[in-house]
């Protein structure tokens, strides 16, 4: 046969494959907001990058007669592209084709992909679209997620992994993700273990696809997903904005970009913006915002646990990661998900030579019989855990309160931060004043004639004496006191000179982080 039809021929076979998919179902997919497999991977690439790997596969499967059915390419598009120049591992499952589910082939197709991205050291992402295991395949489906998983922990802190859930992601098709490192949620889109017909069925509960794993309840309050999209667009927007602060991998340092905003930059506003006032409240983002290059601040986890806010920023044109207590929300305590935020991002830094900032101001670890049975205890321990673990360059600024356990927990010179400055309105002590002079004083207070006058006295009294920045300054535990509309230009220095930190830890398999 002549070359030139041969070519021929290879041109409509891939059309062929192209336009396949039901057209109800792709239908369906654009009137709710969803785009295809190839309208997403199209919408978030480099124009003509994208190199499609094992279009032709088919699934190898008799079951049902699985293998005279036409899959086109086994319901999941994978393949190598570049993202604002950058190179990618993708793939991104086709609900138009057998309701997007897992069959082994279509498994082995992303494991590939998977292994690709660790021999080439690059991001891989995960377009999520998926019924779950094909039940027509039986076991082979479930050794496909089994393939899958383990590359996803093999990967895990090596390059980084994001995962786009952008329609369902039902059964065993929410693990994967929930190994990756970052999970991007549209509105439309569900991830749960069981359906609503299941959960009915078993434990007579009514509730609907939204309530039970829509974006919105696994930002809010679950934690499984760190960013909410409105549509497939925004989710791909949200991607990109994040990619661009990720290396490629845990050998590089992440991209370094000229904001064009001057490192020697005062910020006077920051004097009025946090209160002296322990009790007033304040918005700890206006502070991040200030002291990063522009005021651009790309927070994580922004709807979850909002007494803690965690994100990415550029000082100096370099990445950081921000931890900070947020005022606004609980004034700014510790809590069992609030430390699991905390934990797990400081981790993901440290794994990608991301630096970590602290702004830290919490009057410590929240109280009561929930918490207590909850295992506060058990999650707070994971800070302290993550933050001694951490071997990137580490500073922290303490805004105004920091008592107890949490003074300790939020990055103190005792767990290994390399720098720590305080305002002056710092409060640093064991406790608030007013428990703290409860306590010290009791008895002269209880027998005094006007105990209320002499109690106030006291807790100024211990105010003024101890709970400060200065007694700490003493002990060298905090480096210097701080004009605050001098943070950003003396941070920013100080990240300069720790940018050739070298600290070895012990060598041993792991350790074992109290999960």
């Given at each position: 046969?002549?070359?030139?039809?041969?070519?021929?021929?290879?041109?409509?076979?891939?059309?062929?494959?192209?336009?396949?998919?039901?057209?109800?179902?792709?239908?369906?997919?654009?009137?709710?907001?969803?785009?295809?497999?190839?309208?997403?991977?199209?919408?978030?690439?480099?124009?003509?990058?994208?190199?499609?790997?094992?279009?032709?596969?088919?699934?190898?499967?008799?079951?049902?007669?699985?293998?005279?059915?036409?899959?086109?390419?086994?319901?999941?598009?994978?393949?190598?592209?570049?993202?604002?120049?950058?190179?990618?591992?993708?793939?991104?499952?086709?609900?138009?084709?057998?309701?997007?589910?897992?069959?082994?082939?279509?498994?082995?197709?992303?494991?590939?992909?998977?292994?690709?991205?660790?021999?080439?050291?690059?991001?891989?992402?995960?377009?999520?679209?998926?019924?779950?295991?094909?039940?027509?395949?039986?076991?082979?489906?479930?050794?496909?997620?089994?393939?899958?998983?383990?590359?996803?922990?093999?990967?895990?802190?090596?390059?980084?992994?994001?995962?786009?859930?952008?329609?369902?992601?039902?059964?065993?098709?929410?693990?994967?993700?929930?190994?990756?490192?970052?999970?991007?949620?549209?509105?439309?889109?569900?991830?749960?273990?069981?359906?609503?017909?299941?959960?009915?069925?078993?434990?007579?509960?009514?509730?609907?696809?939204?309530?039970?794993?829509?974006?919105?309840?696994?930002?809010?309050?679950?934690?499984?997903?760190?960013?909410?999209?409105?549509?497939?667009?925004?989710?791909?927007?949200?991607?990109?904005?994040?990619?661009?602060?990720?290396?490629?991998?845990?050998?590089?340092?992440?991209?370094?970009?000229?904001?064009?905003?001057?490192?020697?930059?005062?910020?006077?506003?920051?004097?009025?913006?946090?209160?002296?006032?322990?009790?007033?409240?304040?918005?700890?983002?206006?502070?991040?915002?200030?002291?990063?290059?522009?005021?651009?601040?790309?927070?994580?986890?922004?709807?979850?646990?909002?007494?803690?806010?965690?994100?990415?920023?550029?000082?100096?044109?370099?990445?950081?990661?921000?931890?900070?207590?947020?005022?606004?929300?609980?004034?700014?305590?510790?809590?069992?998900?609030?430390?699991?935020?905390?934990?797990?991002?400081?981790?993901?830094?440290?794994?990608?030579?991301?630096?970590?900032?602290?702004?830290?101001?919490?009057?410590?670890?929240?109280?009561?019989?929930?918490q207590e049975h909850g295992g506060v205890i058990r999650h707070g321990a994971k800070v302290l855990?993550?933050?001694?673990?951490?071997?990137?360059?580490?500073?922290?600024?303490?805004?105004r309160k920091s008592y107890g356990g949490a003074y300790i927990a939020m990055c103190s010179r005792?767990?290994?931060?390399?720098?720590?400055?305080?305002?002056?309105?710092?409060?640093?002590?064991?406790?608030?004043?007013?428990?703290?002079?409860?306590?010290?004083?009791?008895?002269?207070?209880?027998t005094a004639e006007d105990p209320d006058k002499l109690r106030a006295e006291k807790i100024e009294?211990?105010?003024?004496?101890?709970?400060?920045?200065?007694?700490?300054?003493?002990?060298?535990?905090?480096?210097?006191?701080?004009?605050?509309?001098?943070?950003?230009?003396?941070?920013?220095?100080?990240?300069?000179?720790?940018?050739?930190?070298?600290?070895?830890?012990?060598?041993?398999?792991?350790?074992?982080?109290?999960?």
């Amino acid at each position: 046969m002549d070359a030139h039809k041969l070519v021929e021929q290879l041109g409509e076979k891939k059309k062929q494959i192209y336009a396949q998919g039901g057209e109800k179902a792709i239908s369906k997919q654009h009137s709710k907001g969803r785009l295809t497999a190839r309208e997403r991977i199209d919408l978030l690439v480099d124009p003509g990058s994208f190199e499609e790997f094992d279009m032709f596969v088919k699934t190898r499967s008799t079951y049902f007669g699985l293998d005279k059915k036409n899959i086109p390419a086994d319901g999941v598009v994978t393949g190598l592209a570049t993202v604002n120049g950058r190179r990618i591992a993708l793939y991104a499952q086709d609900f138009t084709v057998v309701g997007g589910s897992l069959g082994e082939m279509h498994a082995l197709k992303i494991a590939k992909m998977q292994d690709m991205a660790m021999k080439l050291g690059i991001p891989f992402i995960g377009m999520n679209d998926s019924g779950g295991a094909r039940i027509q395949e039986g076991v082979d489906s479930l050794r496909g997620y089994g393939e899958i998983f383990i590359r996803n922990v093999r990967a895990s802190g090596v390059i980084p992994q994001i995962s786009l859930a952008m329609g369902p992601t039902a059964g065993g098709a929410v693990y994967s993700p929930a190994m990756m490192d970052f999970i991007i949620m549209t509105k439309h889109a569900m991830m749960y273990i069981t359906g609503p017909e299941v959960v009915k069925a078993v434990t007579g509960e009514v509730v609907s696809h939204e309530d039970l794993g829509g974006g919105l309840v696994h930002n809010q309050k679950s934690g499984v997903a760190h960013f909410l999209a409105e549509d497939d667009k925004e989710a791909i927007e949200k991607l990109k904005v994040l990619l661009s602060y990720l290396p490629d991998n845990y050998l590089q340092t992440p991209p370094f970009v000229e904001t064009g905003d001057s490192v020697e930059r005062e910020i006077p506003e920051l004097i009025d913006l946090v209160p002296a006032d322990p009790n007033k409240g304040y918005d700890v983002k206006e502070v991040i915002k200030s002291v990063l290059d522009n005021g651009e601040f790309f927070e994580v986890q922004e709807l979850y646990a909002r007494n803690a806010v965690v994100g990415f920023g550029r000082l100096g044109g370099n990445v950081v990661g921000v931890v900070a207590n947020q005022a606004r929300y609980l004034a700014g305590v510790l809590d069992i998900n609030s430390s699991d935020k905390i934990a797990r991002f400081v981790r993901f830094c440290d794994a990608f030579n991301i630096p970590l900032i602290t702004f830290v101001d919490t009057p410590g670890y929240l109280p009561g019989v929930a918490q207590e049975h909850g295992g506060v205890i058990r999650h707070g321990a994971k800070v302290l855990y993550a933050y001694s673990e951490a071997t990137v360059p580490k500073i922290t600024v303490i805004l105004r309160k920091s008592y107890g356990g949490a003074y300790i927990a939020m990055c103190s010179r005792h767990l290994g931060a390399d720098a720590v400055f305080a305002f002056p309105q710092a409060e640093i002590a064991v406790m608030g004043a007013e428990g703290a002079a409860n306590i010290i004083f009791r008895k002269e207070i209880k027998t005094a004639e006007d105990p209320d006058k002499l109690r106030a006295e006291k807790i100024e009294e211990y105010r003024k004496e101890f709970a400060n920045p200065y007694r700490a300054a003493e002990r060298g535990y905090i480096d210097d006191v701080i004009n605050p509309k001098d943070t950003r230009k003396i941070v920013a220095k100080t990240l300069n000179y720790l940018r050739s930190k070298s600290e070895s830890v012990p060598e041993k398999k792991h350790g074992n982080i109290p999960l």
